[in-house]
């Protein structure tokens, strides 16, 4: 295990994803021109709103889509362990959803004070549906529809959860339900799924 096959699999997949990523941007940077600045709790839900279905989008979009159908079949083709793959292929919904994030936080500093707790919330809820997306990707039927509602769910939960509980709780949850998604999408790409 190198990094260079990582680095390879990650340039490749965020060069094909350029439109994805400027569509996500100017999306984000419109809707946080567009929002009002006076309520810090529809800001929140906006970004993460917006952020995590630009993640969710960005994560279907990996496999099975006919997208990247020579990638994939290089990177089968490859010495590369699934969960070594997975995390590769994490990194792209992640890109998409940093640029997303620093679009819509970048033009909202501009209009009003930002919280250093609003943007940590929208990290965690944004990537943690980006990476709860990712299974869905490999699947078909019920079991993927199943994960894309759990990917829409997990954003929904970090802001209900932020409201009623301090800021460490929500981003914990997040980052457990994350590290899972994760694992689970590298057993599924190793074709050993346990759980």
């Known amino acids: 295990m190198r990094a260079a096959a990582t680095w390879a699999i990650i340039t490749t997949r965020v060069s094909k994803e350029r439109r994805g990523l400027l569509i996500a941007a100017c999306a984000?940077?419109?809707?946080?021109?567009?929002?009002?600045?006076?309520?810090?709790?529809?800001?929140?839900?906006?970004?993460?709103?917006?952020a995590a279905l630009a993640g969710v989008v960005a994560a279907l979009l990996q496999r099975g889509a006919g997208r990247f159908r020579?990638?994939?079949l290089c990177e089968q083709?490859?010495?590369?362990?699934?969960?070594?793959?997975a995390r590769a292929i994490a990194v792209v919904p992640f890109t998409v959803v940093t640029i997303a994030l620093a679009a819509y936080w970048s033009v909202a500093q501009?209009?009003?004070?930002?919280?250093?707790?609003?943007?940590?919330?929208?990290a965690f809820g944004a990537y943690a549906g980006a990476l709860v997306a990712l299974p869905?990707?490999?699947?078909?039927?019920?079991?993927?529809?199943?994960?894309?509602?759990?990917a829409c769910a997990?954003?929904?939960?970090?802001f209900l959860t932020s409201e009623?509980?301090?800021?460490?709780?929500?981003?914990?949850?997040?980052?457990?339900?994350?590290?899972?998604?994760?694992?689970?999408?590298g057993e599924a790409?190793?074709?050993?799924?346990p759980l």
């Open 70 to 72: 020579q990638i994939e």
């Open 154 to 158: 997990v954003p929904l939960l970090c």
């Open 136 to 150: 869905a990707a490999v699947r078909k039927g019920a079991a993927r529809a199943l994960y894309v509602v759990a």
């Open 110 to 122: 501009a209009y009003s004070h930002v919280r250093t707790e609003e943007v940590l919330l929208s």
């Open 77 to 85: 083709s490859a010495p590369l362990y699934g969960r070594e793959l």
């Open 164 to 185: 009623k509980a301090p800021v460490l709780l929500p981003c914990l949850l997040c980052t457990l339900f994350g590290f899972v998604a994760l694992r689970q999408y």
């Open 28 to 50: 984000c940077g419109l809707v946080a021109y567009l929002q009002r600045y006076d309520d810090a709790s529809a800001r929140l839900s906006g970004c993460l709103l917006f």
């Open 189 to 193: 790409l190793a074709r050993y799924d």
